[in-house]
């Protein structure tokens, strides 16, 4: 098994890093034909790792990302956040905005037009800080879980760290917002 700390993988992480296309996957969504909504569903242990499937699970990722960006967006502009919470929002939306971006990069560098956000999200009634922090775990959760999935898709191993980094990521920002909800931030040894 490769260590994730060799040269070559190195090299294939900045790759991702940087501007040069790479991909990021998420299998563990698929996007609703009609509205670009990311869904569950099982993993496709079948997967060839084509360029075209490469594509159809990187739309996936970024149409959640577009979801994420706009729970964190109406979370800042719904005022309900202290002044604690409120630049931590912040700062996580920026984090997926940065997701957001690389995955645009990189569906454009092969060849496809990179799904939008939808134009109004139904997060249903956010009436206190802890609904929304509530929505926001439940979104990075999602994401936590599909990047975790979808890496085992990926032909390229270097790709894989960088989706694994990106579950690293969601999982900072699921234990701070559980922190903030009194909740365990680290509830198991696994993903769930
Ligand atoms: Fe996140």
């Known amino acids: ?15 991702w890093a940087g ?19 990311p869904r569950p569903t099982a993993r496709m242990k079948e997967s060839t790792g084509s360029s075209g499937n490469d594509v159809k699970i990187l739309q996936d990722a970024l149409a959640l990302e577009h ?35 690389k995955l645009t990069k990189t ?33 990075e959760e999602l994401a936590a879980f599909s990047y975790a999935q979808g890496a085992g898709d990926l032909s390229d191993h270097g790709l894989v760290v960088a989706a694994i980094s990106i579950v690293g990521c969601e999982c900072w920002h699921t234990a701070v917002l559980k922190s903030a909800l009194k909740e365990d931030p680290a509830p198991s040894a696994f993903l769930q």
């Open 1 to 15: 098994m490769n260590t994730t700390h060799s040269p070559k993988n190195r090299r294939d992480f900045l790759k």
């Open 107 to 139: 569906i454009q560098s092969l060849g496809a037009k990179p799904v939008e956000a939808m134009e109004k999200y139904d997060f249903g009634v956010l009436a206190s800080q802890d609904d929304i922090l509530k929505l926001a775990v439940s979104i």
């Open 19 to 37: 501007a040069v296309g790479a991909f990021v996957t998420l299998s563990g969504c698929t996007t609703s034909s009609s509205n670009n909504e």
């Open 67 to 101: 979801k994420g960006i706009a729970a964190y967006a109406a979370g800042i502009a719904s005022n309900l956040l202290d002044a604690t919470i409120s630049p931590v929002a912040l700062k996580f939306k920026g984090h997926h905005e940065q997701h957001r971006d």
